[in-house]
């Protein structure tokens, strides 16, 4: 199992930018992935951004692609996920999760281990 701590959520303006760590630590697989998903109140929690641990491939939601970058460094065994040209759609709160597999990485099952959340805001 993987015990994952999410940081970096906050309150910014529109067109601003936050970045969102998240520290992995116990049964770190090397090569599986982790990803980045986010949930805003009354609505499903959705796929954002996804990084294997094994080769930095990264994967993006079309609502983020070129706003958002993902990363990880594996001697921290953590993972970054740098938000730029914040909109207001982007409040939600972010969870960070982790699998020892790469299929399904655009999905809540690909995931086995889940952080406890932050909250993004993006408000004037």
């Known amino acids: 199992q993987v015990q994952l701590v999410e940081s970096g959520g906050g309150l910014v303006q529109p067109g601003g930018s936050l970045r969102l760590s998240c520290a992995a630590s116990g049964s770190i697989f090397s090569n599986g992935a982790m990803g980045w998903f986010r949930q805003a109140p009354g609505k499903e929690r959705e796929f954002v951004a996804a990084v294997r641990w094994s080769d930095s491939n990264t994967y993006y939601a079309d609502s983020v692609k070129g706003r958002f970058t993902i990363s990880r460094d594996n001697a921290k065994n953590t993972m970054y996920l740098q938000m730029n040209s914040l909109k207001p759609d982007d409040t939600a709160v972010y969870y960070c999760?982790?699998?020892?597999?790469?299929?399904?990485?655009?999905?809540?099952?690909?995931?086995?281990?889940w952080g406890q959340g932050t909250q993004v805001t993006v408000s004037s």
């Open positions: 999760a982790a699998t020892s597999r790469v299929i399904l990485l655009r999905t809540r099952a690909g995931y086995d281990d």
